[in-house]
């Protein structure tokens, strides 16, 4: 069975300073995608960012990149120059393909205060 | 583009009554999600559609969760009866479907949730 482990539930980071978040996964599966969402207060989830398993390059979006080690299963986030706007919850996601469609499993999420 | 769109944001019930939440996804887009947040845990993935066919309901509580999607368009999920641990927060999502060549590659949006509260 597939599953997503955030294990740390909350966190903090100073304003300005650099934050990882860590998510591991388990799947026997070669082909699948894994996502980080931010989930704020207003609880609409908000796509950061997405990595595709069968690239071996680390996907960036501005502030925030990830550290994709496939053989480890192992998915961090790093958020850059901390802004008061990051606080909320990230999940960890994980993507695979069935025969006809996608499915899609969720870490527990990890919640992040980003300090003045 | 629109995003994905449910209806009502709150709602606040008995035990024991019935309650319907309705979402429409984004135009196109095949996949459609029915999630359900309870405070502090993630997303638990209670019903997904492939255009208006089920493909996942093992985590549906059946005696008392029902989803339809009509026309593979707008889709309700009702609860009948309601129980206390009901009381969470209920997210739609939709993806486009990229075939098996996945292409796109699947991105799920979500809407805003439906927050539910059972007294």
């Known amino acids: 069975a597939q599953t997503v482990t955030q294990s740390q539930p909350e966190m903090s980071v100073q304003e300005a300073e650099t934050v990882t978040l860590s998510c591991t996964y388990d799947?026997?599966?070669?082909?699948?995608?894994l996502f980080w969402y931010k989930q704020p207060p207003s609880r609409q989830m908000i796509l950061v960012i997405r990595q595709e398993a069968y690239k071996q390059q680390n996907a960036t979006e501005n502030r925030f990149s990830v550290n994709f080690q496939k053989a480890a299963k192992s998915f961090s986030l790093k958020i850059s120059d901390s802004q008061l706007g990051d606080t909320a919850m990230y999940f960890c996601a994980f993507m695979f393909p069935q025969t006809s469609y996608d499915k899609v499993i969720f870490g527990p999420g990890t919640s992040l205060s980003v300090i003045p | 583009e629109a995003g994905v769109a449910q209806s009502p944001r709150y709602k606040i019930i008995e035990k024991r009554q019935s309650v319907a939440f309705w979402c429409n996804p984004i135009?196109?887009?095949?996949?459609l999600y029915w999630y359900q947040q309870i405070l502090g845990q993630g997303p638990k993935l209670l019903i997904q559609f492939q255009n208006n066919g089920v493909v996942d309901d093992s985590q549906l509580p059946k005696d008392r969760f029902s989803a339809e999607r009509l026309k593979g368009v707008d889709s309700t999920l009702k609860i009948q009866p309601a129980k206390l641990e009901d009381s969470a927060v209920y997210l739609c999502?939709?993806?486009?479907?990229?075939?098996?060549?996945?292409?796109?590659?699947?991105?799920?949006?979500f809407g805003q949730g439906t927050r539910l509260t059972v007294v």
């Open positions: 799947t026997s599966e070669s082909n699948y995608y």
């Open positions: 135009s196109g887009h095949a996949t």
């Open positions: 999502a939709s993806s486009p479907w990229g075939g098996p060549d996945r292409v796109p590659p699947g991105k799920a949006f």
